[in-house]
């Protein structure tokens, strides 16, 4: 006989713990109170309504978990179960992790283990933040992974959130136009009443027939009608054969009426169920919206604070990004190889005091890339850059708002944001004429020619063989050319058969150097600075 689910004894024995492999997920649930003693959890739901509910570690074997919850004003504790990577109140009905039961559990009621729990977990009681000691406090590793998790998390329950909200409202639209069709339904009843009404009266006016008198009509007053007696006894037949053919058609047309009322009686049963169905539906995801707009809270409570958290580390918004989308390892890699570039140490590129001059005569037969940034004596600063073996000078702003080249891109905080951002981010999405990078600071260029020369060449050759690389792959995927039907009716020939050829001029004789083989490089020629524009960059002097 298997244990009541509810019963849970604190006097067993210690069994021997079990690996939680899903311990991670669990900590991010806002409702998880960690190890606390069933005497804390008690305090902690004393005086709550029924419904409300924790989870905490299990004491008695390490790797399970003790919902607490309460019901009736009184505490239920319910033993969660973990058994080969399944968690379970009883075996028969098993889940993947602690949350995704907990979530099944806030919408559907607990009676199938136990007849007494008609109650769903609708009150989850959170635990302060700062009292969690399974947060990480000082490594930045762990509170990246705590952060991630978090984050992760959080867009899942909004993502739920807004397919549940998708869902509710389309229902309430469905039930707006299934109540216009109760409507019609009910408009059409009263009508096939009315005409079974009409018909039923008609049916019940009398006819007599009797020592040669027949009745026929409405009696208003009295009996308006036709006598007749005596030898006329024929006309009386004869209506009242008239009366019995329109009493049977009446009869036939009423049938007809009941039977089709009949089938809208079920047709509009059929309606009413499922307005019923649907509205419990709309009702169970409005319960299930609310439900769970207090955990959504208190995700973003948390996530806000790792990140407060990590930005005391001196993380930035961009490093954060760079975590959530790549992970901690990949950004600890970007980190590092940032932190190496020359473009941290200001004195590398940024020359107060030069002037337009000496910047050209600085950048001189530098490489693409090559840079400095220089006050201006109008005011603001210059950007001094080689691109395209020319020298450009374009002026970067500083506003209230911060530096940059052009509204509304005046956002960045210092001088050295900006180069940061630009050492990755072209130029060119500013002016289509400087298609580069801040590549390479005009010092460390001075200082470090031969290194960065054959670093470019290198580069080069790696790139020009993956381009050979990519052709070759792309030629061997051709498909053969097509034999044209001239080539066809050629082999056809036999052997000893003129082959019809086709006479071509000879362009290289006749026509000089007219033509240039596409093929071939030609010189290039300076591209000239574009013309200054609120999307584009301002030309310095």
């Not at 053919?245 to 009446?250: G, L, P, R, Y």
């Not at 020369?453 to 290198?458: G, I, K, S, Y």
Request: glycine share 6%; with cysteine; aromatic share 8%.
């Amino acid at each position: 006989m298997l244990p009541s689910p509810l019963h849970y004894s604190t006097m067993s024995p210690l069994a021997p713990p079990v690996h939680d492999p899903k311990k991670d997920l669990l900590r991010t649930a806002p409702w998880y109170w960690g190890n606390i003693t069933r005497e804390a959890a008690k305090n902690v739901l004393d005086g709550k309504p029924d419904g409300s509910f924790l989870v905490r570690d299990a004491q008695a074997k390490k790797g399970e978990y003790t919902l607490t919850l309460m019901k009736d004003g009184n505490e239920k504790l319910i033993k969660i179960c973990h058994m080969n990577g399944n968690y379970y109140f009883v075996e028969k009905y098993p889940f993947n992790s602690v949350v995704e039961m907990i979530n099944y559990y806030t919408v559907n009621s607990l009676k199938m283990y136990n007849k007494t729990l008609d109650i769903t977990l609708s009150n989850p009681i959170y635990c302060p933040y700062d009292d969690d000691e399974a947060q990480p406090q000082g490594d930045i590793r762990l509170l990246s992974d705590e952060f991630i998790r978090c984050s992760q998390l959080l867009l899942q329950r909004e993502q739920a959130l807004d397919q549940k909200k998708t869902a509710f409202n389309e229902i309430r639209e469905e039930l707006v136009e299934k109540k216009l069709h109760q409507s019609v339904f009910c408009n059409a009843e009263k009508m096939f009443r009315s005409q079974i009404a009409l018909i039923e009266s008609f049916m019940i006016k009398p006819v007599n027939i009797g020592g040669g008198t027949t009745t026929t009509g409405s009696t208003t007053g009295g009996t308006t009608g036709s006598i007749v007696g005596g030898g006329v006894n024929n006309v009386g037949g004869c209506n009242n054969a008239k009366w019995q053919e329109e009493h049977e058609h009446m009869q036939d047309n009423l049938a007809k009426l009941k039977c089709h009322l009949e089938g809208m009686h079920n047709k509009m049963d059929t309606l009413n169920l499922y307005i019923k169905t649907r509205k419990e539906e709309e009702q169970l995801l409005e319960r299930q919206i609310n439900a769970s707009k207090p955990e959504l809270q208190e995700l973003q409570l948390r996530k806000d604070k790792h990140i407060e958290r990590l930005k005391g580390f001196g993380l930035t918004e961009d490093d954060l990004n760079v975590i959530l989308e790549m992970g901690f390892d990949q950004w600890k890699q970007y980190f590092e190889k940032a932190s190496n570039q020359p473009h941290r140490n200001e004195a590398l590129w940024f020359l107060k005091d030069a002037k337009r001059r000496d910047a050209e005569e600085l950048l001189k037969d530098a490489p693409t890339g090559t840079f400095l940034i220089r006050a201006r004596d109008a005011g603001h600063y210059a950007l001094s850059i080689v691109c395209k073996a020319g020298i450009h000078h374009c002026i970067i702003y500083e506003t209230e708002t911060g530096f940059g080249f052009a509204a509304p891109y005046n956002i960045y905080s210092s001088l050295k944001k900006l180069v940061e951002h630009y050492a990755s981010n072209s130029l060119e999405e500013h002016n289509d004429t400087l298609t580069t990078v801040l590549r390479t600071p005009v010092l460390y260029w001075v200082q470090n020619k031969q290194h960065i020369l054959t670093q470019m060449q290198e580069e080069l050759e790696l790139e020009q063989e993956q381009e050979r690389l990519a052709a070759q792959e792309s030629t061997e995927l051709m498909p053969p050319p097509a034999v044209t039907s001239l080539q066809a009716a050629a082999m056809a020939m036999p052997s000893s058969a003129p082959i019809p050829m086709t006479r071509v001029r000879d362009h290289h004789h006749h026509s000089g150097h007219d033509t240039v083989d596409a093929s071939l490089g030609s010189s290039e020629t300076e591209t000239p600075p574009a013309s200054t524009s609120p999307s584009n960059f301002s030309t310095s002097q």
